[in-house]
Structure formats: structure tokens, C-alpha cells
């Protein structure tokens, strides 16, 4: 499947990149700056600019799904939390219906399903991501909303805790989140649902296979 | 009719406040500390507390309609603009719903219908008050938006503009747009509808009758 990727240069979407491509899919590396291109090129993988605060609009021809992987991160402030983790997705949400592409899977975070009950300093974190996330529920695409909690950068294991809620916080590998998204993108299962997601001790396959 | 007052302490909320009293309305004001009680106390007017970040369910009790003039003003980041002006007005308006309150009239922003065109600076707050106003649209109460230019603290003469879009921008006193609002809790034709608002040459009630 040719599926586009929102923030391919971020922590979790190069490895989002690299898991499509080992899963036999056909990503698409949407990046801001064209210094970003040559390290997808160089393996063979399709680039396009696309600026989320901007137009991205030319990414969206010829894609069958999209993966949302993008943020402001933590050295921005709030006002990119709004124009990027909330307004980039609603619109990359937008772009997806115009343009008939059926499936979207959506990175979020956990507790974005219940902001009101994060720490005092994540809220408007929380509350963007909520946000982005019922917008793409009310949207009539065929979702799937994946809300990691705290991300590291291990190396994966391949083995999680997948499930609409879990009721303890932990933490994941950013590259078992990207297998995650990845194994998402061809699975019939998970439409339209949202799942928290830790490591866990099944293997992904059979973790969403249940 | 009883008309609960969000945000009465702000700098238009006192004249709405005022307004609302002097044309036979029963105010109520909700502020957020007990020593913004006594202002409103002096006048006969009922106050009630609530912060828009917290609870303020108490406030909607006995309530008829709702008038939201909170914001979270320019002394403050932006994850106040995400959890004040964004997510406080939706929390009101969920609140409203549930109370069975039938009319919601929102001080929103001029541009906020059409925040991608803002200013840089702007762009954050004006998308904030572009999903409050979306949201308020899908949530099935009577609404008005109001969205004013710039703000100024002139004394009011009582003549506006007001139109679905007016194209250029401009300014006009809170007092103007606090008597606007204060008109709009009873008139019956402005029923989910969304206005531009500036200062102009038609007296209010005029204004509002075509």
C-alpha cells in the first residue's frame, strides 16, 4: 500500500518509514526542508516537501493511507502544540477526506482520551491531541488512534500491551510504536478504534491479531 | 431571563454585566476568586464562582442563557489559549448542554472564521477560538457568535456594523460590543448565526432588527 508519512523525520516516523518498507508497503516521506530528502532517497524511498503549517496538499495524490506521526515537540511552545499537533492533523484529516483516501492511523498519546486527568504542565498538550483525535472519529475516514505512553528510544522488542485502555502508565521503544503503526496500516481489525499502547509480552502480530 | 455571565470579570464582561441589568435581564456573574465577588455584590447582582479550568457546574444551576466573554487575555501562554479559550468555551458549552440550556452567545474573534489568514502572532489564538466557535456550531444549542475587531476601551456610542462577513478590518469600544451581546440574549432572529462586528452607524437595535 503507498502510504503517506506525516512527519517522516520525527523519532518515530523514521522508523516508521523503515518498518513500512521491510513490510512490503510503499511509504511516502513527507518532510519540511529538502536537507531532509537525501536520507530517504538514498534508500530509495519516495520524499515530498509539505509543510504543515503551510500547503501540503501535493503529498496526498496517489496515497492509499496515511500515518500522522508528527509534533512541535518539547522545544517549541504551546502556540505550535495548536497550529501543529491539533490544526496539522485536523487538517491532514481534511486533505485525506478530499482526496478519498480511506484509511488514516493516527499517532496520539496517552491520556488524550482524558486529558482533564494529566499533569498540570501536559494539559494543553492532552487537550490538543484530544482534539486531533475526535476530530478524526467524527471524520468518516477508517481510523486507527494509537496512544503510546512515554516514549524512549530503546531498541525495540517487538513485544506490547495493546488495548482500549490500559489503566497503569509506562513507557514503549519508539521503534516498537512504528512496528505498531505500521502492522495497522494493512490490518482489517483495527478500524476505527483507539488504543493505549505500552511494551508488553505479546508480539505485535498476535497482540492485534485478539 | 437569567443569564449566567462567563468570564464577567474580563474587561467586556463587566460592561455585559452592566448592560444585561440595565435592560431588565438578571445577570449572573461567574468569576473565578471570592474577591471579584463584592464589585458585582454592591450592585444587587448575584455572582457565583467557577473556574473555567476546574469545575464550575454549580454555576449553570437555574441558568436560562449563557453569554461566554472569557478569555484567557495577553499575560499568558499559550496553553492558557488551549485550556481557556479553547477548552473552557467547550466545557460551557458541554455544560450548557447538559443543563438543558437552550442559548449560547459567544464573544469570539474577528478572523476566526478564517484563521489561516491571521497574522503569525495570531494564528494559535485565532485557531483556539475558530474549534470553540465549531464546536458550539455542531452542539445543537441556540447559538450567536459574535466576532469584533479590535477591541478598544473607548466609551461605546451604541452604533455598529454588523454583517455574516464584513471585509476589512477595524475596531470598536467593549462597551459596543458588550451591549451587542447583552441585545442578542433576547432577540429572537439571530438564532445560530455568526457575525462580524465593528464599530458603525446603524444603532444596535436597529442593526440587529434587519
Known sequence: MRVLVIGANGQVGKYV???????GHEPVAMVRDTDQVPQFEDKGIRSVIGDLEKDFESAFYNIEAVIFAAGSGPHTGADKTILIDQEGAIRAIERAKHFGIKRFVMLSSMAADRPESGAEAMKHYLYAKHRADEYLKQSGLDYTIVRPGRLTNDRGNGKIKIQEHINSYGEIP????????????????????????????QRIHEALAN
Request: aromatic residues 6%; proline residues 0%.
Open 17 to 23: 518509514i523503515d518498518k513500512l518498507n521491510d513490510s
Open 174 to 201: 519508539r521503534e516498537d510504536v512504528a512496528e505498531t503503526l505500521s502492522f495497522l496500516i494493512s490490518g482489517a481489525k483495527a478500524e476505527n478504534k483507539a488504543y493505549d499502547l505500552l511494551s508488553g509480552d
